[in-house]
């Protein structure tokens, strides 16, 4: 299994952070750019659609405030055979740190999901500073 982990560092605190992180419905607005639209389903899924025009059905598995952590997966992509996603928001100095950890497979995704998550870091680190 794959794991790719990318971070950055914020000037904001990290309870400001969180309060972004933790709406699972608005990914879109916490990286304008990256990602164009969310919206909930029934379900408790949200689809994500992708600048690049991709759309992808991600389940919450978990958020804690206490830990300023969210955990999502995704279940049903047909390319995808395993994908646990998790974000969260450490505290750092007078900012915070964010991580983003995914473990996935195929490994044959490494480079795609490496790149993917550059440039939505890229797109956060905008609206984070």
């Not at 309870?15 to 709406?23: M, Q």
């Not at 600048?51 to 047909?78: C, F, K, Q």
Request: proline share 3%; aromatic share 8%.
């Amino acid at each position: 299994m794959a794991t790719v982990r990318k971070q950055f560092r914020s000037a904001r605190l990290a309870d400001e952070v969180w309060a972004l992180l933790r709406r699972f419905e608005a990914v879109h607005e916490m990286a304008p750019g990256f990602v164009t639209a969310t919206k909930m389903e029934p379900s408790g899924a949200r689809m994500v659609m992708f600048a690049n025009g991709t759309e992808v059905r991600e389940w919450l598995v978990s958020s804690d405030d206490a830990e300023r952590r969210l955990v999502y997966a995704i279940l049903d992509h047909p390319r995808i055979q395993h994908y646990s996603a998790t974000a969260q928001v450490l505290e750092d100095g007078d900012g915070c740190r964010f991580v983003w950890t995914v473990d996935f497979l195929p490994d044959a995704m490494a480079g795609t999901q490496t790149a993917s998550m550059e440039a939505g870091l890229a797109a956060m680190a905008k609206v984070l500073g």
